[in-house]
C-alpha cells in the first residue's frame, strides 16, 4: 500500500510540473512577452507627440509568424482581384445601404481590415466597424460608418451607368484619428462618428463641403504641419526588429496603444496609424511634459488581453484569427 501511495504521489508531481510548464509557456508568449520601453533615447518625439515603442519576445513573435502572409487593407486595394463596393443584397436584408460595403476578394490573399480603416469613393467615404480577416476566393458584407455625410452619390459624376451602379471604391485612406475610432468602436452610432469627424476637420482647418474626413488632405498651412510631424516620426522605430507596437502620447494626454501580434504586421500599419494620431495632436496647444506614467497604465491595460483567458474592456480590445490574437489596442 504505501508503494502504491508513493507513486501516485510521484504521478501527481509528474502532473503538477506538466501543468506549471503549459502556464509558463503561455504567461511567456503573453502579457509577459510584451514590455513597454520608455527610455528617452528609445522613444521618439516631435514638439508634443511622443511615440512609445512596444517590445515583443523572439518566442512570441515566432508563434505568431504565420500572421506575416496577411496583406493590409493598404495593400489589398492594391491587389488585382480585391474590391470594396456600395453593399450588394445578399439574401432577406434591410440595412440601410450605407451601413455595409460588399467585399470581392478573388485574389490569393488574405486580407487585414481594422476597425478604423477609412476608404475612399463609392456613394461616400467609409470607415470600419470591426477587424474583419477577408479569405482568398470569398464574397462578403462587412458593416462600416460613413465619414462623408454630405455625399450620397458616386465619387465620379462622369463615370458610366455600369461603373457608378457597380460603385466600387477607389483607394484606401488612412486609420481614422483615435477620437473618431473611439466613436465607431465604442458608441456604434453614426451620429456620434459623424460628430467625431466634424471635430478633428474643425481643429484642423479642413471642413469641406461633404463633411468628409478625407478632407484632411486639402492643402492648407496645417496640412503643412501634419506632414512635418509625419517626416519627423514615420520612421521612429527603423532597424528595430522587435517593435510590436506604441503607445502615442500627447502632451498629458494618452491617445491610443496599438499592439499587433508580429513586428511586419505593425511595420505595415505604422503609417497609416500615425496619420490619425498627428491629426490629433497638430491641432493642439503645445505641451512638452508627457504623461509617461499614464502611458505606462495605458500598456499594462492593453497588454493584459494577450493572456488567452482575457477579454475585451472599454479601455481595451482584441482581435484574434486562427488561435492567435492580431491586434490589442485601446486608451
Not at 477609412?118 to 470591426?130: E, F, M, S, T, W
Not at 458593416?143 to 455625410?149: G, Q
Amino acid at each position: 500500500m504505501p508503494k502504491k501511495l508513493f507513486l501516485l504521489a510521484v504521478l501527481v508531481t509528474i502532473l503538477g510540473a506538466s501543468c506549471q510548464s503549459d502556464q509558463n509557456k503561455a504567461s511567456v508568449t503573453g502579457v509577459q512577452a510584451l514590455q513597454l520601453i520608455t527610455a528617452e533615447e528609445s522613444v521618439a518625439t516631435f514638439e508634443n507627440l511622443r511615440l512609445y515603442p512596444v517590445t515583443a519576445d523572439p518566442s512570441l513573435i515566432s508563434e505568431h509568424k504565420d500572421l506575416n502572409r496577411m496583406k493590409t487593407l493598404a495593400e489589398g486595394m492594391n491587389t488585382p482581384g480585391f474590391r470594396l463596393l456600395e453593399r450588394k443584397q445578399f439574401g432577406r436584408e434591410d440595412e440601410a445601404w450605407h451601413h455595409g460595403l460588399t467585399v470581392q476578394n478573388k485574389s490569393q490573399d488574405t486580407i487585414l481590415m481594422l476597425a478604423g480603416d477609412v476608404v475612399k469613393g463609392g456613394n461616400q467615404d467609409r470607415v470600419l466597424a470591426h477587424h474583419e480577416v477577408i479569405l482568398p476566393m470569398t464574397v462578403r458584407n462587412v458593416e462600416v460608418f460613413c465619414v462623408e455625410a454630405g455625399r450620397s452619390t458616386y465619387y465620379d459624376p462622369n463615370a458610366s451607368k455600369a461603373e457608378k451602379e457597380i460603385a466600387a471604391f477607389k483607394g484606401y485612406y488612412n486609420v481614422a484619428s483615435p477620437s473618431v475610432r473611439r466613436a465607431v468602436q465604442q458608441t456604434q452610432d453614426q451620429q456620434k462618428v459623424w460628430e467625431a469627424v466634424a471635430a478633428v476637420t474643425k481643429d484642423n482647418n479642413a471642413t469641406s463641403q461633404t463633411q468628409a474626413y478625407t478632407a484632411l488632405d486639402t492643402e492648407t498651412e496645417e496640412k503643412k504641419r501634419r506632414d512635418i510631424y509625419y517626416q519627423h516620426l514615420q520612421d521612429a522605430f527603423k532597424g528595430r526588429t522587435d517593435v510590436v507596437g506604441m503607445v502615442a502620447v500627447c502632451g498629458d494626454q494618452v491617445l491610443g496603444v496599438d499592439i499587433f501580434g508580429t513586428p511586419e504586421l505593425f511595420r505595415k500599419q505604422m503609417g497609416s496609424l500615425l496619420h490619425g494620431y498627428i491629426a490629433e495632436s497638430a491641432s493642439k496647444g503645445q505641451n512638452n511634459v508627457f504623461a509617461t506614467e499614464k502611458a505606462r497604465e495605458s500598456f499594462e491595460r492593453v497588454a493584459r488581453l494577450a493572456g488567452p483567458a482575457s477579454k475585451a474592456s472599454e479601455t481595451g480590445s482584441k482581435f484574434s484569427w486562427g488561435g492567435h490574437w492580431v491586434h490589442l489596442y485601446g486608451q
